[in-house]
């Protein structure tokens, strides 16, 4: 029912022209429908008053109505008055579904996109050329529909569907073909649905599609770059004679007058290269590419928008184009569009993206920017109204410091530190998610800083924020919060590491060890790996608390079937275990007398892996354990080597990767060093003859460390040679003021030493 | 048009996080956070001196043969302070460096001169002067051919007296970490030579942590 609108004049009119449409009279019907059209033509306030007077549902109807009236053999001045009505209806209805969300919804309710389909496209009046109004009216209608988001999914698996979409690419009418092109554009979403459509010989017909009208040339660029998205299989199977004639035809309207169209054809052409960069290498092409959208961007409108996001889609994550856009000067341009100010928030979040993907991996891309002042522009859009905006200039901040030479380069420059970190410390309370997630991937990258930067952050109460963050439900923002955090203990102060571990907690870290994702735990405990090294009674945090954090990267390490939760893992260990005794103690405890129902220690697993860099951090971990320089070092050895741990370094000799085989060297170097006349013995309990020592004893088995396990028959002759070394050794050592001792498993008969 | 979404989550080569561990280092010991201690001698007309050295890594991109860290000069004459300067360095692997330096003054010959002082440089002096060395495959040699130059000093203004025009031909062992050194300055003695061995700083082992530029 009619409801009240802004202007009175409209609802005295609009309830007019709604009046007249449920008139018995065609004439006057007709009349009505004309009027409403013209109101509401590019005119979205009416478009709104009128929806909410119901209109849409009342045009629906009229259409209904009609469509039913025809009678196709019929071809005299009644059927002439209907035609013009459903002409007229669908013109309306298509007119509210442009561009205009709420009309599309109200449309799509009133069923109409069905009743356009049937009323104006099937059967036999495609057919009859006097019908062609009808149709072309439905088909511009249905297009316009399909613009929007909320159109309805074309399921292309449907044979009559296909087939039908055919028969509209087929017509000659530029708004019916034009609409075959939409459907394809705004429905194939699936590698199934765009193969289908390729064995269906689509291509082909596109293909002469883009010698046709604008319309037609511009539906088409955008159908043959959705059928070839993300797809290397249909891209190469785009061979033959065809290939290169569409390839040239598109590169050629490259260059078009129109700017809109231009665009349609740079973006065909980035897809077919990003999906099979064997097409379109030449360098004269890319040029080409890169040279045009930087021109696009000087459009004012719409299509200048658009320009940078396609230029990003070229060059993101290949350096050999960001090296041919910065060639042409590419950082200077995109600089001179964010210098002209009040740009629309979808044109500068462009533009910052595309200085993002400009310095991701080029040093003379960030060292531009820092010349020509870019980032002063980028700080100050972290204040934007528009979180894309805000989130884009985190990005940009993200990329230009993701170079150790930048960091130190903006240090020792007369960049401020406070210019950069108080509005990103800011952000990291942002309303929206994605900005937060974004400033921490720009502060961590700020944070590894060797001067000041550090302090200022931490004064600015940017630790208990990323605490706060690394506490998160948004296991993204766990995450990206711990990483920050990870960067900023890298090295730190004793003061800065003291005021972080008081924020963090010990309970906090020990449960982010054990958090339900893997990249969670890998960056807590890169965290940990940070915060033992350095001063060496940084070692004492892993124990706060009853030892629990140690007690976690234990238990995680068990479990662990990551490879960079496992490196992580063991390189806590290996730098505990370059502490005091106590520490390393604890490290053997957590590496062998905690593994369940005595299975080999996982320190066996991880120097069997086929990561080099897992097998360097357990080597490192051994070597550590088994330091020449500590007392403790020889006892530890004879217990790894009771673990089997020593005999698989020792199998490490040929190791493939030179690292591992050079610590792998200096292991056995080490293991050597130790007192060679050391040896283990195991008694058997029953000995029962009382003979001479020697021979009372039973020898099970005789080990020295360094050598293979060797098992005497106690009938044999050996046991006296052996029991004589034995004597032998043990007044050696007594001689020798050392520390090692000789370890007993079982009772040892008293006469016997 | 493609719309970019902030990237979340675990870190990929693919993605382009420059991250200290997703490719292995030549050498556990050139890694970031390493600390190396040593010497300088310092050779000038009234009489040889010794600064006491120490050096730390800070950057490490071996994709594009590149790293950087700072160098302290300690018991410097002139200085009341340790004088600290951040240099950069070029890794010899044939890839993206090669044993010829092309620039800060050091021609062919200077090049070759102060290689061939390194011990370990001599089984592949015949490859190199044939052709520059670009036919060498350095990923199995135990040693690191590296150029450090400084470029600024940290923490005193260029008037403290100390120059830092030159550039030092640098040899590191993968074994053990020690690395020597000879510095190059057309303007200064020749051949002042840079000894440094592995710290760990205190600690009974070698200790390790790390960082990630995403």
């Known amino acids: 029912m009619p409801t009240t609108t802004a202007s009175a004049v409209c609802t005295t009119v609009g309830n007019n022209i709604l009046l007249r449409l449920t008139s018995g009279e065609r004439d006057v ?6 009027e409403l059209k013209n109101q509401i033509i590019g005119n979205r306030t009416k478009k709104l008053s009128f929806l909410k007077l119901g209109a849409v549902p009342a045009v629906a109807g009229i259409l209904s109505d009609a469509v039913s009236a025809v009678d196709v053999a019929d071809n005299d001045e009644n059927d002439r008055i209907v035609k013009d009505i459903i002409v007229q209806s669908a013109a309306v209805l298509g007119s509210f579904a442009c561009g205009f969300e709420a009309g599309v919804r109200a449309v799509l309710d009133a069923g109409a996109d069905i009743l356009i389909q049937r009323g104006c496209l099937v059967e036999e009046m495609p057919l009859l050329k006097s019908y062609m109004e009808v ?13 929007s988001k909320m159109a309805p999914k074309y399921d292309f698996l449907q044979e009559e569907n296909m087939e039908f979409l055919l028969s509209l690419l087929n017509n000659e009418s530029e708004n019916v073909s034009g609409l075959g092109a939409s459907i394809i554009s705004h429905s194939c979403k699936t590698s199934l649905e765009q193969k289908l459509l390729f064995d269906a010989g689509v291509l082909k017909r596109l293909t002469s599609l883009l010698g046709g009208s604008l319309i037609q040339r511009d539906a088409s660029l955008e159908s043959i770059a959705t059928i070839f998205k993300n797809n290397p299989e249909v891209v190469s199977q785009f061979v033959g004679p065809d290939t290169g004639r569409t390839l040239s035809c598109i590169i050629e309207i490259v260059k078009d007058r129109f700017a809109r169209t231009r665009l349609l054809a740079s973006l065909c052409l980035i897809v077919i290269r990003n999906a099979s960069p064997c097409y379109l290498q030449d360098v004269g092409i890319k040029t080409k590419l890169i040279n045009n959208l930087l021109e696009l961007l000087d459009d004012p409108g719409r299509v200048g928008d658009e320009a940078s996001f396609a230029f990003s889609s070229l060059i993101a994550e290949k350096e050999d184009m960001q090296k041919l856009a910065f060639e042409v000067n590419g950082v200077d341009k995109l600089y001179n569009h964010l210098q002209k100010g009040s740009l629309h928030p979808r044109r500068f979040e462009g533009i910052l993206l595309a200085l993002a993907d400009m310095c991701s991996k080029l040093e003379c891309c960030r060292s531009r ?49 406070e210019t950069i970190v108080i509005p990103l410390v800011r952000l990291l309370d942002d309303t929206s998610t994605a900005v937060q997630v974004a400033a921490l991937g720009a502060i961590s990258n700020i944070v590894v800083d ?15 924020l990323l605490v706060q963050l690394s506490k998160s439900m948004d296991s993204t923002i766990r995450l990206n919060a711990l990483r920050a955090l990870r960067n900023l203990i890298f090295l730190a102060e004793d ?8 924020e963090l907690t010990a309970s906090l870290l020990a449960s982010l060890i054990c958090d339900p994702e893997p990249s969670v735990q890998e960056q807590a405990l890169a965290l940990v790996r940070n915060l033992v090294d350095g001063r060496i009674n940084s070692v004492e945090y892993i124990f706060a608390e009853d030892g629990i954090i140690l007690d976690a990267v234990g238990r995680q390490l068990r479990i662990a079937s990551k490879a960079e939760i496992e490196i992580q893992g063991m390189y806590v260990l290996g730098n505990v275990a370059t502490g005091k005794e106590s520490h390393k103690e604890a490290v053997m405890d957590q590496l062998l007398l905690r593994a369940e129902n005595k299975a080999q220690s996982c320190i066996i697993k991880f120097l069997q892996s086929n990561d080099s860099r897992l097998r360097t951090a357990a080597v490192w971990a051994v070597l550590n354990l088994t330091c020449s320089s500590s007392p403790g070092s020889s006892g530890r050895l004879v217990k790894l080597h009771d673990a089997g741990i020593v005999s698989h370094v020792k199998n490490m000799v040929n190791d493939p990767c030179l690292d591992v085989k050079l610590r792998v060297k200096t292991a056995l170097e080490q293991f050597n060093s130790f007192d060679d006349s050391l040896i283990l013995c195991i008694f058997s309990p029953a000995a029962s003859n009382n003979k001479a020592s020697t021979s009372c004893l039973q020898f099970l088995t005789v080990r020295a460390v360094g050598e293979l396990s060797h098992v005497v028959d106690p009938s044999s002759k050996e046991e006296e040679s052996i029991a004589n070394y034995f004597r032998f050794s043990m007044k050696k050592n007594k001689k020798k003021k050392s520390t090692r001792t000789v370890k007993f498993c079982f009772d040892v008969p008293a006469d016997s030493l | 048009m493609p719309v970019r979404v902030a990237e979340s989550s675990a870190p990929s080569q693919v993605s382009g996080a420059h991250s200290e561990e997703s490719s ?5 010991l050139l890694t970031v956070g390493q600390a190396f201690s040593g010497t300088q001698n310092v050779s000038n007309l009234q009489k040889e001196e010794a600064w006491r050295v120490n050096v730390r890594i800070q950057g490490c991109d071996l994709e594009h043969g590149y790293l950087c860290g700072t160098m302290e000069a300690l018991n410097v004459p002139m200085a009341d302070t340790p004088v600290v300067t951040f240099w950069e360095g070029e890794i010899v692997d044939a890839k993206n460096y090669t044993f010829y330096t092309g620039k800060w003054e050091a021609t062919p010959e200077d090049d070759i001169r102060h290689w061939t002082k390194f011990p370990s440089f001599a ?58 050194g000879f510095y190059y300055d057309p303007n200064s003695s020749p051949f002042q030579k840079l000894e440094l061995k592995c710290a760990n700083e205190g600690r009974s082992g070698f200790s390790f942590s790390s960082y990630e530029l995403q």
């Open chain 1, 450 to 464: 060797f001067t000041t930067r550090r302090s200022t952050f931490i004064r600015l109460g940017g630790v208990k």
């Open chain 1, 29 to 34: 019907k007709l009349k009505a429908l004309r």
């Open chain 1, 495 to 502: 003061k800065c590491k003291e005021e972080i571990f008081m």
């Open chain 2, 24 to 28: 292995p280092p030549i050498c556990s």
């Open chain 1, 135 to 147: 149709v072309d009216a439905g088909a511009r209608s249905l297009k316009m529909i399909y613009q």
């Open chain 2, 123 to 180: 089984p592949l002096l015949s490859r190199v002067e044939a052709d520059g060395g670009k036919s060498l495959d350095l990923s199995n040699y135990p040693y690191i051919f590296m150029r450090w130059k400084e470029q600024y000093f940290v923490n005193v203004g260029t008037d403290c007296g100390l120059t830092i025009a030159g550039f030092y031909y640098v040899c590191f062992s993968c074994s053990d970490g020690s690395i020597n």
């Open chain 1, 369 to 417: 920017c820092l010349s020509l002042q870019v980032l002063k522009l980028v700080v100050d859009a972290l204040a934007h109204d528009s979180s894309d905006v805000r989130s884009a200039a985190c990005m940009c901040l993200r990329s230009v410091s993701r170079s150790i030479k930048f960091i130190q380069n903006l240090s020792a420059g007369s960049f401020m530190n």
